[in-house]
Nanobody, 119 residues
Framework: QVQLVESGGGLVQAGGSLRLSCAAS????????MAWFRQAPGKERDFVAA????????YYADSVKGRFTISRDTAKNTVYLQMNSLKPEDTAVYYC????????????WGQGTQVTVSS
């Protein structure tokens, strides 16, 4: 059973930075895509960024391009989301998820970590 555990959330002022981590366990990852999503109060869960586990290709939502960077450490089975120049509208619960490269459905999700950006 795959387990994803997020950490690194917190309260930060606008313009500040945070780094989220997602520790994955329960299987060997190869042809998988790891992603970050976020959900603000009263809104739907939105895609933030993704990275292919094998090749390291990255994908970003337009709203975070140039500010957020997704990366992975295959030795530690961990995915990171470096968030810079944070804005109040980045406030949300951030979730880590994983899917196979051949599908679009994310099969496993973490419990989420709260990020709050004050103005």
């Amino acid at each position: 059973q795959v387990q994803l555990v997020e950490s690194g959330g917190g309260l930060v002022q606008a313009g500040g930075s945070l780094r989220l981590s997602c520790a994955a366990s329960g299987r060997t990852f190869s042809r998988h895509v790891m992603a970050w999503f976020r959900q603000a109060p009263g809104k739907e869960r939105d895609f933030v960024a993704a990275i292919s586990w094998s090749g390291g290709n990255t994908y970003y939502a337009d709203s975070v391009k140039g500010r957020f960077t997704i990366s992975r450490d295959t030795a530690k089975n961990t995915v990171y989301l470096q968030m810079n120049s944070l804005k109040p509208e980045d406030t949300a619960v951030y979730y880590c998820a994983v899917r196979y490269e051949s599908t679009w459905k994310y099969d496993y999700w973490g419990q989420g970590t709260q990020v709050t950006v004050s103005s």
